[in-house]
């Protein structure tokens, strides 16, 4: 249930590596968003122009989204949440390609991000509460806390689980639903389901980061 | 072979499930934004990302069932016990 032809699982096999599609992919679009960066800021200006002024507006956007959600202190996140937007929306917006599967389609690439963001939430919490993080997990009510602490140890794992399902799940069911209409009338009728499909990886970087922002900010604030 | 037959009607009422229940649950969140939004337009920014965190919670309920039915129609565990058991 994937692109018939893939270019780069061609070329690997001419090569006689043994790589998941999702690995080499994640390392094309590795390459792609090195090489833009470079090509951004190979020549900085005053007034930009180019490559450089659209580069800037993507940053630009991405710096406004954590100003608004993650208030003056989440400025220090900044470049791990847009790494994760850049690498996303790439991802997704390969599958549009001919011959390109999106790594985000695989469950791998998908957990190895969600567990980056389950893991640096409780590094910065415990970084900038120092032991008095486990207030986070302890509730209101003292009395109650070993049974708040169990809920939120559950609430807390959920979190990789759903970040790395739900990004999964979309991309995954968007490709066999372009498969099925593929298979069923190949003519034109595909078309709209990959406009669908432009959409559809928009909004899942866009919720991905605006998540992963939130469960930072939710480990930089005081406990309740 | 009527496992497998089972297996597909069981991905398709599950699919068909999750989902109803999942497009009430948007419907009812986006109506209460709109909603807010025309009582309120200066606030559309800031509705429109709780309401964009609130449906990517209530879609992955969907994306649950999806995965799940996905696990049932192409990576059943029981597989190769029922083929086995179906050759004796």
Do not use: D
């Not at chain 1, 790589?19 to 968003?33: D, N, P």
């Not at chain 2, 025309?38 to 509705?47: E, Q, V, Y």
Request: hydrophobic share 60%; aromatic share 12%; proline share 5%.
């Amino acid at each position: 249930m994937i692109h018939p032809f893939l270019i780069l699982q061609w070329l690997e096999e001419k090569l006689h590596l043994h790589l998941g599609e999702h690995v080499t992919y994640t390392w094309f679009v590795m390459i792609v968003l090195i090489l833009l960066a470079f090509a951004a800021s190979r020549a900085v200006k005053e007034v930009p122009s180019g490559l450089q002024n659209f580069m800037e507006v993507v940053v630009g956007g991405v710096e406004n989204l954590i100003e608004e959600t993650m208030g003056p202190k989440g400025k220090a996140y900044f470049p791990l949440i847009a790494s994760f937007a850049l690498f996303i929306l790439v991802s997704n917006l390969i599958a549009l390609i001919p011959g390109f599967y999106p790594p985000t389609a695989n469950l791998n690439t998908n957990a190895a991000l969600a567990l980056t963001v389950f893991a640096m939430t409780h590094i910065i919490g415990f970084k900038e509460h120092g032991f008095s993080y486990l207030k986070h997990f302890m509730g209101p009510i003292l009395v109650l806390a070993p049974l708040m602490f169990i809920i939120e140890i559950i609430g807390h794992l959920a979190r990789p689980l759903s970040l790395s399902l739900r990004l999964f799940g979309n991309m995954y069911g968007h490709e066999i639903v372009l498969m099925i209409f593929f298979a069923l009338v190949p003519f034109l009728l595909p078309v709209p389901m990959m406009l669908m499909g432009v959409l559809v990886a928009c909004i899942q970087t866009f919720v991905f980061t605006l998540l992963a922002m939130i469960y930072i900010a939710g480990a930089l604030e005081e406990a309740h | 072979m009527e496992f497998f037959a089972w297996c597909m009607i069981a991905a398709g009422f599950g699919m068909a499930i999750g989902s109803f229940g999942t497009g009430l649950g948007q419907g009812l969140a986006i109506k209460s934004a709109v909603e807010g939004v025309a009582r309120n337009p200066g606030a559309s920014g800031k509705i429109l990302t709780t309401m964009m965190i609130g449906l990517a919670m209530i879609e992955s309920l969907a994306i649950y069932v999806f995965v799940v039915c996905m696990i049932i129609l192409f990576a059943n565990p029981f597989t190769a016990q029922v083929v086995e058991l179906a050759a004796k």
